[in-house]
């Protein structure tokens, strides 16, 4: 595709419900990447993949969340037992290598009630 | 760890004058790159221009400029004539080098509203 297209725009989900977030990135990049977007702040780093690897999970809050890109192109962010401080913008960027300008996806407003 | 300090949470300007956003950001890093990103209501984060630390020459692109000061670790924005295409949110972010965006650390955004 001509850019990151992520998937649902938005989701409104129960507390305590699983979600699953999908990122396409630019087709050809290599190196994908997770942020969440809290009200009023700017993006925090999530998680990164080079490849089907994540190189560098250490933004991850705790383990209810967790990523996956098994073929090395699209990823999917899941979350378990959501909680109300789950609600947040997650944006998704991808890159031709880890060197290389960074383009970011237009995100996914996620709300848990 | 680095940080990104963002001290105007909103800003205000008309039409075809010009704007200045700052930032101060803390690292003990020598080399590092320097970002201003824009958010329109659109949520994608869209690069505006790219400053690397090594270079003393300040970053120039179209009607963006900016100051960069790498002893008082100051970097601003300059907004030359600004159109109302150009209200968004901005972001300060910085990157080490060689380390990816998974470095990438944002301040916390200045809102900006361009007035007709």
């Known amino acids: 595709g001509a850019g990151v297209s992520q998937t649902p725009s938005n989701k409104v989900t129960e507390k305590g419900k699983y979600v699953e977030l999908r990122c396409d990135p630019i087709s050809g990049h290599t190196a994908l990447y997770w942020y969440r977007q809290s009200l009023g702040q700017g993006p925090e780093f999530l998680i990164y993949f080079q490849g089907t690897g994540a190189a560098d999970d250490s933004g991850l809050p705790n383990d209810r969340f967790f990523a996956v890109r098994p073929e090395g192109s699209v990823s999917t962010l899941k979350i378990q037992r959501t909680e109300r401080g789950d609600s947040a913008v997650y944006l998704c960027a991808s890159s031709l290598t880890v060197d290389h300008e960074a383009f970011f996806g237009q995100g996914t407003r996620l709300t848990v009630v | 760890a680095q940080t990104v300090t963002q001290s105007q949470p909103e800003m205000s300007v008309q039409e075809a004058e010009t704007v200045t956003l700052s930032c101060t950001y803390d690292?003990?890093?020598?080399?590092?790159?320097l970002f201003w990103y824009k958010q329109p209501p659109s949520r994608q984060m869209i690069l505006v221009i790219r400053q690397e630390a090594y270079k003393q020459q300040n970053a120039t692109e179209n009607r963006f400029s900016v100051n960069f000061q790498k002893a008082a670790k100051s970097f601003s924005l300059k907004i030359s004539d600004s159109q109302l295409g150009d209200t968004a949110m901005y972001f300060c972010a910085f990157m080490k080098p060689y380390s990816g965006y998974s470095t990438l650390t944002f301040g916390k955004g200045t809102m900006l509203l361009v007035s007709p």
């Open positions: 690292t003990s890093e020598s080399n590092y790159y």
